[in-house]
């Protein structure tokens, strides 16, 4: 190690369960965080300062003000600007960290793009705010033997598992089924910013044991709390299911594609157009909308406003259309607007 990373992990080093070896190992590791809000910028703060070598930073959003308040990486300009959170947060990270490779992807994670964008990922963490990409995760993850930490904030409620692919059991063993229906989001239960916190912070430890190949110290729990009403619960999850459809069975029906993709962006009145490989050029676009409402861009998005819809258009075609749940209301204007 050089005597520069020697003085600037030192207090990590002098923690024995770390350690110069482990340090090494952090150093050498490549992790990847799945989804940028209040849960990945704190993660990502933590794995970054901590010296994980790569860390890949996937997220399809971008930071409004409203994610201020928790989401703890962003400014007010990034706001302003309108910036994909996977670029703010590699621009942070980098004054954070200058010499750890840290790669922002601005990307829905997906059944066609996983393989790619998860390449040779030693770990992956769980930043997302919905269980189509978990389930997605875990297929992957149980695939290619990768450990992965689930994590979940919402309210003053958070959760937190890790899942060790061949010993622990996965997230489709415990919940062979998605959730149905309506169930509480940050966008309708609100959220307080230490709830996530908490439990990026358990996530991370949970990596780092992880990347140094302590696994004797991992929980091994179905970690569970309520900052606010004072409830601390750790349960047991047992042995893998005997009939998991995954982890058993290796039925990977999320990643096949087998199932519908959700466009709609849950409880955020949002809905989230795929279209790809359909490049979109800025300049072209922005002149024909201009007439039709206000328009304003940065090299990574374009925003275009027409009352009561907000247009959001990344580069590779994707569009999340605000203003409305209704998917066959957003494809009209996306085919309006965008293009059919
Ligand atoms: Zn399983």
Not at 96 to 113: F, H, K, Q, W
Not at 128 to 145: G, K, M, P, S
Not at 185 to 197: K, N, R, Y
Request: with cysteine; net charge negative; aromatic share 6%.
């Amino acid at each position: 190690m050089d005597p520069s990373d020697r003085e600037r992990y030192s207090r990590q080093i002098l923690y024995r369960p770390i350690g110069a070896a482990g340090q090494e190992k952090l150093l050498a590791a490549r992790a990847a965080i799945v989804g940028c809000g209040a849960l990945g910028s704190n993660q990502a703060a933590l794995l970054a300062r901590a010296g994980v070598g790569e860390l890949r930073i996937i997220d399809r959003d971008y930071v409004e003000q409203s994610n201020l308040q928790r989401q703890t990486l962003f400014t007010e300009s990034d706001a302003a600007q309108c910036l994909p959170k996977a670029v703010a947060a590699e621009a942070h990270l980098k004054q954070a960290n200058s010499r750890v490779r840290v790669c922002g992807i601005v990307a829905d994670l997906t059944p066609e793009n996983a393989a790619e964008l998860l390449s040779g990922i030693h770990l992956i963490v769980d930043g997302t705010d919905n269980f189509e990409t978990r389930y997605l995760i875990n297929d992957f993850a149980v695939q290619e033997a990768i450990p992965w930490v689930y994590g979940a904030a919402v309210g003053s409620y958070g959760a937190t598992m890790t899942i060790v692919p061949g010993e622990t059991p996965c997230l489709a063993c415990l919940f062979p089924e998605p959730p149905s229906g309506m169930h509480a989001t940050c966008d309708t239960e609100g959220i307080l910013g230490s709830a996530a916190s908490a439990v990026a912070s358990i996530q991370v430890a949970e990596a780092l044991k992880l990347l140094v190949g302590d696994t004797k110290a991992l929980h091994r729990k179905l970690i569970s709390f309520d900052v606010w009403e004072n409830r601390f619960q750790a349960v047991n999850p047992g042995a893998p299911a005997d009939d998991c459809p995954v982890c058993r069975r290796r039925e990977f029906a999320h990643l096949s594609g087998d199932r519908a993709v959700q466009i709609t962006l849950c409880g955020r009145n949002s809905v989230q157009i795929h279209e790809r490989r359909r490049p979109v050029d800025f300049a072209e676009l922005a002149s024909k909308l201009q007439p039709l409402g206000s328009v304003r861009s940065n090299p990574f998005v374009m925003q275009f406003s027409v009352d009561p819809y907000e247009l959001t258009i990344f580069p590779d075609g994707r569009a999340i259309i605000k203003g409305t749940t209704d998917p066959g209301l957003a494809r009209s204007l996306y085919a309006r607007y965008i293009g059919a």
